[in-house]
Nanobody, 122 residues
Framework: QLQLVESGGGLVQPGGSLRLSCRAS????????IGWFRQAPGKEREAISC????????VYLDSVEGRFTISRDGSKSTVYLQMNNLKPEDTAVYFC???????????????WGRGTQVTVSS
């Protein structure tokens, strides 16, 4: 069965960078769109960005536009979220998830990772 595992989170100062990874085991991600989401304490989960099977990316969160970049590797079993110029308001648990089809959307994900904590603080 497919499992998604996020890594790369941690504590970073404002203005710093992190690269999150989402790795699949039990199956590949080559036919699927993959999304990144986040949830801050006391807030609803929000969609950040998605990358399609073909590698086309879509950003859903205006506040990260120009700072966060989603990508996938050639084997298509790992998806990344490069986060630059991090701000305290980016503090959240970050999740990756798989859509059952190749096209992106902020909804319709069937497999989720457990998340990785990102804390932006001085």
């Amino acid at each position: 069965q497919l499992q998604l595992v996020e890594s790369g989170g941690g504590l970073v100062q404002p203005g710093g960078s992190l690269r999150l990874s989402c790795r699949a085991s039990g199956s590949t991600l080559e036919d699927n769109a993959i999304g990144w989401f986040r949830q801050a304490p006391g807030k609803e989960r929000e969609a950040i960005s998605c990358v399609s099977r073909e590698g086309w990316s879509t950003v859903y969160l205006d506040s990260v536009e120009g700072r966060f970049t989603i990508s996938r590797d050639g084997s298509k079993s790992t998806v990344y979220l490069q986060m630059n110029n991090l701000k305290p308001e980016d503090t959240a648990v970050y999740f990756c998830a798989r859509r059952p089809i190749s096209l992106c959307s902020p909804r319709g994900y069937d497999y989720w990772g457990r998340g990785t904590q990102v804390t932006v603080s001085s």
